[in-house]
């Protein structure tokens, strides 16, 4: 497990290919689902489920939940595990039994806007 903070340095924007890896490690260790990856220059995504998809530009996770924008420190993947298991088992039903609740109609997967 990756301490809370890991990575941080000096303030500074992480590499974005590591801080995603590091948090499909953490989502690895209770999400049973496949995960796929991609990488570009300075932004790299993480493709959890069919609703769910993260970006990273090296300072935020950022992902839409229930159609809002939310993000989380890239710094700590491990804070950000724990909040994206918890959107997963609402889409999944996991808790409720139910199969997912949004009757297949998904979350945006627009990217968020980059900041320069």
Request: with cysteine; net charge negative.
């Amino acid at each position: 497990m990756i301490p809370p903070g890991a990575g941080i340095r000096g303030g500074q924007p992480r590499d974005p290919r590591e801080a995603i890896a590091q948090l499909r490690q953490q989502l690895a260790l209770q999400w049973p689902g496949r995960v796929y990856q991609s990488d570009s220059r300075g932004l790299s995504v993480l493709s959890i489920s069919p609703e769910l998809t993260v970006w990273c530009n090296g300072r935020d996770f950022v992902w839409y939940d229930q159609g809002r924008l939310a993000a989380h420190p890239a710094a700590d993947p491990v804070t950000a595990a724990v909040r994206l298991i918890a959107r997963l088992r609402q889409l999944s039903g996991w808790e409720t039994g139910g199969d997912g609740g949004d009757g297949g109609a998904g979350e945006d997967s627009t990217p968020p806007e980059q900041e320069s």
